[in-house]
C-alpha cells in the first residue's frame, strides 16, 4: 500500500507540474487541444537548424573531408564513445537515440544565449529557448525513462522486473521510488539551470548593458554545454543500467 500510494503522489506531481504557469503564453486552439505555441515554434526553429546543417554538412561527401564534414564525424565519434562507455557493447542501437537527445539540448541551449528570441514580439508572452519551459525538459525526461524500460524488458522479457527486489525484497519500495525520482531529477536539474543562467543574463543587461553580461554569456554557452552533455550521460548511463538488471 505504501508503493502505491507513493506511486499515486508521484503521478500527482507531475499533474501539478504540467499546469504550472509562470507568466503570459501564447497558445494555439487545435480541435479540442490547447498547445503551447512558444515552445513549439522555438522547437521547430531547432529542429530545422539541426536539419539544414546536417545537410549542407554532408550532402557531398568527401574523401579528403572538409571542415562541415570533420565537425560531425567529430560529434558522431563523441557520441559513439559515450554511448560505448554508459551502456556496453550493446551501445549501437541506442547511438541516435543518445545523439539526438545530446543535439537537440545542445542547439536549444545556446539558442538560448545567441538567438534574439526577445525582439520577436508576440501577442502574449515571448519567445526563450526549448529548455527554459519546464514541458520540454520534462518530456525529454520522460521519453529518457520510456527508453530505459523499453532497454531493459526488450533484453529480459518480463524477468527485467526481478531488478526491484534485488539484493533483498526490502529494497522494493525504495527501487520502484528511484524509477520515479530519475525523471523528476533530469526535467528539474536542466530547466533550472537553463532558467537560471538566462534570468542571470537579463537582470545583468538590464543593470550594466555592455561590460558585465559578456563573460556571464560565455560562460552560460559553457554550462549550457555541459548540461546538454550531463543529460545524455545520464540517459545512456540509464539505459546502461536496464540493461545490466541492477540500480
Do not use: C
Amino acid at each position: 500500500m505504501d508503493v502505491i500510494s507513493s506511486s499515486i503522489k508521484t503521478y500527482n506531481i507531475w499533474f501539478e507540474i504540467s499546469g504550472v504557469e509562470v507568466g503570459q503564453h501564447l497558445y494555439w486552439q487545435i480541435g479540442g487541444l490547447q498547445i503551447h505555441a512558444q515552445v513549439l515554434i522555438t522547437s521547430w526553429v531547432v529542429i530545422a537548424i539541426l536539419l539544414v546543417s546536417v545537410i549542407i554538412a554532408v550532402r557531398n561527401p568527401q574523401t579528403i573531408p572538409t571542415d562541415g564534414q570533420n565537425l560531425f564525424e567529430y560529434i558522431l565519434e563523441f557520441i559513439r564513445d559515450l554511448s560505448k562507455t554508459q551502456i556496453g557493447d550493446e551501445y549501437g542501437p541506442w547511438i541516435p537515440f543518445i545523439g539526438t537527445m545530446f543535439l537537440f539540448i545542445f542547439v536549444s541551449n545556446w539558442s538560448g544565449a545567441l538567438l534574439p528570441w526577445k525582439i520577436i514580439e508576440l501577442p502574449h508572452g515571448e519567445l526563450a529557448a526549448p529548455t527554459n519551459d519546464i514541458n520540454t525538459t520534462v518530456a525529454l525526461a520522460l521519453l529518457t525513462s520510456v527508453a530505459y524500460f523499453y532497454a531493459g524488458l526488450s533484453k529480459k522479457g518480463l524477468s527485467y522486473f526481478e531488478i526491484y527486489i534485488k539484493p533483498t525484497p526490502i529494497l522494493l519500495p525504495i527501487n520502484i521510488l528511484e524509477d520515479f525520482t530519475k525523471p523528476l531529477s533530469l526535467s528539474f536539474r536542466l530547466f533550472g539551470n537553463i532558467l537560471a543562467d538566462e534570468l542571470v543574463v537579463v537582470v545583468l543587461v538590464s543593470l550594466v548593458p555592455l561590460v558585465i553580461p559578456i563573460p556571464v554569456m560565455l560562460l552560460g554557452l559553457f554550462t549550457s554545454g555541459i548540461q546538454a552533455l550531463i543529460f545524455a550521460t545520464l540517459a545512456a548511463a540509464y539505459i546502461g543500467e536496464s540493461m545490466e538488471g541492477h540500480h
